[in-house]
């Protein structure tokens, strides 16, 4: 038996697609829906199962920025074989993304078995989901909004990518929330941080998505529902990458802050009711 059905990866696959890449935790809201289906969100098949359909979700980032991954990737190898492409933006840039994304990596390898473990509660996600909008609501507030993606800078990068470790750690504080939320204190534009948290998410991400495939189909989630899962989140994750980068290039993040807090506080009720 699947630990997960088809009609459940349909909906869990819409669910990662909205919320990978708004800073609202997509980890947070898959385990919430999880919980109201009845699904055990620490049980090893439904972890697995929620890495491996990001991946529909990053496919989604390489289709919609796939002519500026193009650039960069050029850059890079260029910059490789002749020193003098290497003073490019792009060539620094893609190794900045390469050297963020050892953090992550390194925590997560680390800490899985509490990743896997007692941070997976869902009293974890509801407060994270409320201290994260309060950080969210001060990165916005403090932020300068002056700097665009070209004036990026190494420690910038480093800074972003670390702080991905934050919604590693406790779910539902959000990566991209997380992430954003440190480029605004770093003075970048709105448009400009959401679009470094893009790039930042995509080895983290996939890694993170091909290490647990193993897992996945080796704990009793079946092929077709990861399949179906992952489909759905590429489609809808695409629609939700362009709206995104529409919305923040006139408004603040304050409307996040507010759902956030609003989720937060109803997931503490269902908790204490018992419902959860």
């Known amino acids: 038996m699947s630990a997960i059905s088809v009609g459940q990866a349909v909906v869990l696959g819409a669910v990662e697609g909205v919320t990978e890449f708004l800073p609202v935790s997509s980890t947070g809201h898959l385990k919430i829906t999880e919980g109201l289906m009845g699904i055990p969100v620490d049980d090893n098949a439904v972890v697995g199962f929620s890495a491996v359909i990001q991946v529909g979700a990053i496919a989604a980032v390489l289709v919609y920025f796939f002519k ?19 003073y490019h933006h792009d060539y620094k840039f893609a190794w900045w993304v390469i050297c963020a994304t050892i953090p992550i ?23 994270s989901l409320i201290v994260g909008s309060g950080v969210m609501w001060a990165a916005d507030q403090m932020g300068r909004h002056k700097r665009g993606e070209d004036d990026t800078s190494f420690k910038d990068a480093m800074l972003v990518g670390s702080s991905q470790i934050l919604a590693l750690l406790f779910p539902g504080f959000s990566r991209s929330g997380a992430t954003m939320s440190t480029a605004l204190i770093l003075d970048l534009d709105r448009v400009a941080a959401t679009r470094l ?14 290490y647990e495939l193993k897992d996945a189909l080796g704990t009793g989630t079946g092929a077709l529902p990861l399949a179906v899962g992952t489909g759905v989140s590429f489609l809808v994750a695409y629609a939700s990458i362009a709206w995104l980068l529409r919305f923040v290039a006139k408004h603040s993040f304050n409307a996040f802050v507010i759902y956030r807090i609003v989720v937060g506080v109803l997931l503490f009720g269902l908790l204490g009711a018992g419902v959860l």
């Not at 390194?106 to 941070?119: F, R, S, T, Y």
């Not at 948290?197 to 983290?204: D, E, N, V």
């Open 68 to 86: 500026d991954i193009v650039r960069i990737v050029s850059a890079w190898c260029r910059g490789l074989r002749d020193p003098d492409e290497r």
């Open 105 to 127: 990596v390194a925590v997560g390898l680390a800490a899985k078995p509490l990743i896997e473990g007692p941070l997976a509660s869902l009293w974890v996600v509801a407060g």
């Open 197 to 210: 948290s893009f790039f930042l998410g995509i080895p983290a991400l996939t890694g993170a998505g091909l």
